[in-house]
């Protein structure tokens, strides 16, 4: 079957808070975005149910609620969407180019919003309601959802810094948090360590596996069945909820070798903006994002990307009669590609060397010779 070839000028990977929030503001400034849902349309919200700190919800929102809004925001001023995901990008040049099962989809600016998936122990209880009790007492994020376990004794699951910051922010509203880990020695650094031993609130249970969250839909988790992995003894140890705290993987294993990530796979953005290591590339939201991974900075940082992206765009040349190109700073290029023009007049040869841009930041586009020379001069305007 022959794939249908799109061509946009921002082409948006993800469609959680990230985003929608970059496509909202691509679409205000008229850039007709093109928004590749992915595997989960809507991010990571549609899997919980009440968020109380989303900014200008005064009574809280249901998370898929609050993205179906997102949703109908960006659609309002022309965000256009394909329901399917990414499977293959090729970056090395401009339009980029990146390939779903339908489509071929060449882009002059990629916004990556793809987000990064807590990683889960994959034992029976843990999916989301209604297939489990996932929003229901289990959860993998403590500043999200912590508050609803005010006066309650909880688990955390992990050795690792995740695991310890998670337990220590979580005393703060519960009556006792166990740290369950399956060594007899935790991975967390040394601090962080002996933050979590000094907290009256946080006991710890070595050895320790987690086989099964045990609850129902009326009552939320009632506790968790435990094994010890030194002597295979099983017991039920109740609790009211379960923090799974074991790390995440940033969605970004397409861009392997493409895109600066660091050792786990987060996307390296540059200084104050969301601009990746290839010029016109940028990333927002979680999958850049270990540190805060909340879903108001997320959409932050997908407006950031947003207006990034339009002014990369300003700075490419636009096409003229005749087939020279102007860019932004009044510099014209020849239709041969090989020679610039200066506002002031002066002609210098399109050459990595001598390209002027000498007031702008922008990243020179890579330019092709495609034969039908014109001759330059400061007439030939
Ligand atoms: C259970 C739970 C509860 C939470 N509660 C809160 C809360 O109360 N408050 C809060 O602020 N934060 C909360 N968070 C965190 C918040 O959801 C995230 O910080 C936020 O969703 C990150 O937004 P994002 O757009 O970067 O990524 P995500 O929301 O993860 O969205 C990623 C998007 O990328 C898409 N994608 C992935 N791979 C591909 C691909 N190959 N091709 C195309 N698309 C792809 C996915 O389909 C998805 O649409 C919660 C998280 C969870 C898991």
Redesign the pocket.
Known sequence: MTRETLKRDVVI?????????AAIYAARADLKPLV???????????????????PGFSKGIQ?PEL?EEFRHQAARFGTEFLV????KVDLSERPFT?E?DDHIVKAKTLII??????KWLGIPGEA?APHGL??LGV???A???GFFFKGKPIVVVGGGDTAMEEATFLTRYASRVTIIHRRNTLRASKIMQEKAFQNEKIDFLWDTGVEEIIGAPETGVTGVRLKNLETGEEKIFPCEGVFVAIGHKP?T??FKGQLEMDEVGYLKTAGNTMATNIPGVFA??????SF????????G??CMAAIDAERFLDHLPVEMPGGKEMTIEGEIITADHKAIITPEGEIVLNEPDNVPHSNSDAPVPPFQTDGDANSASATDV
């Open positions: 990977i993800g469609s959680g808070p990230a985003g929608l929030t590749i849902e992915g595997p989960q349309p809507g991010g990571q919200l549609t899997i919980t149910t009440e968020v109380e700190n989303y998370g993205m399917t995901w990414i499977n990146v779903t919003a793809s987000g990064a998936s807590a989301p996932g929003g959860s993998a994020c500043t999200c959802d969605n294993d397409m927002c939201g979680d999958v850049q994002d805060y991974r909340q879903a108001v900075t997320a959409a940082t997908g």
